[in-house]
């Protein structure tokens, strides 16, 4: 098949979420499986950071066209890059599908408009966007009644990541002719596989190799229930003394806050906050640590549950959104009720506690990694899925 994927930002811009590395990972195996693949995006890189021709030089093997934006950044949310608009009229007719990534993009507007004007099929992959939350409210519904219906009324297909957001999809949408469809986050397992990346994480950052280390990965925004873990932390702290919390991420507006509330818990000197880390120091914390805690207050996928249980540890994840299809209470990790720190650091407790379990759930995570999430599985459910696509 010739397909195209359209995003509003690519790798190496992972410091956005976790959309850059699912399409990434999906169109490497695809290509891999002898599809002719290409991806459309912006040249963003981060926060008011575009991406450099000399970075992402040799590192892509297979087309992709970075369309240079507006500004260094984003405008109201969305990514304008007007060359787009120009360019891709004249290219749309030589693909068989188009697959587009998130949902209120400036990408997808140009895109989807120019494939129906062509009679070439899209599907739509919004990655838990579809929701107006998480501020500019207004902005979104504008979006929305302007082009964001009409982007999900012509799409041939809509997939969600999970059951959790198929009910968010039907309930809120439930006049949607296209083929629904469950396609998971995933995990490339080749690329975690060096337990040696652990022990250079510990001396980059002067953690002593006695201490036990707890993870949080992702962004700080109060989405994301640092807060709660801290709190839950400093309960845990009074009692175990060689525990270190590392808290890893690049800043979303939270960091101040979380670091005097961590001093004002008598716990700054036992939690390190290491902003964004590069792949290899991300896959070496989690190496070096003893389990992932994710405490969302809101959350559908976290793309980094799967890197925790590829890296054979366990989690505990709040009991919120679609984390409790992905956590496995009891088997690959424990879930807490959201925003309750008592019960929290309840199961930090636990799994400290029991070197024995907290082995057995890092294996089950890693089974269910390698048995559910690994990149392979994925592109069978999602080759099958297109092929449904094209044949109605």
Known sequence: ??????????????????VASFTFNIVSELRRRGH??????SDAGGKNLRVLPEVVQGIHSFPVKRFRGLVPGSIAGLFVTPGLVRY??????????????EYRTF???VVGSAAKKSSIPYVLQAHGTLPRIGGMVFSKRLFDTLFGDRILRHASGVIAMNRFEMGQIESGHPDLGG??????????????????IGKRFRGRFGIDDEARLIMYLGRLHP???????????SMVASEVKDVVLVVAGPNDGALSFLSSLAESLSVGNR???TGLLSFEDKIGALMASEFLVVPSRYELFATVILEAFACEKPVIASAIGGLPEVVIDGKSGLLFEPGNDVQLAQRIRDLLQ???????????????????????????????????????
């Open 1 to 18: 098949m010739r397909i195209l994927h359209v995003c509003p930002y690519f790798h190496p811009a992972v410091s956005f979420g976790g």
């Open 36 to 41: 002719d693949v290409v991806v459309y995006t």
């Open 88 to 101: 891709v009229g004249g290219e749309i007719p030589r693909f068989d599908l188009v697959h587009l990534h």
């Open 107 to 109: 990408q997808n507007v």
């Open 179 to 196: 083929a629904l469809g469950v396609i998971p986050n995933t995990v490339d397992l080749t690329s975690i596989d060096n337990a040696k």
């Open 223 to 233: 989405i994301k229930g640092v807060d709660v873990l801290l709190r839950a932390f």
């Open 271 to 273: 939690v390190l906050f």
């Open 354 to 392: 029991d070197r024995d379990s907290l082995k057995a759930m890092g294996k089950q995570a890693r089974d269910l990694a390698c048995d559910v999430y690994a990149v392979e599985k994925v592109a069978d459910t999602l080759e099958a899925y297109y092929g449904d696509v094209l044949a109605r």
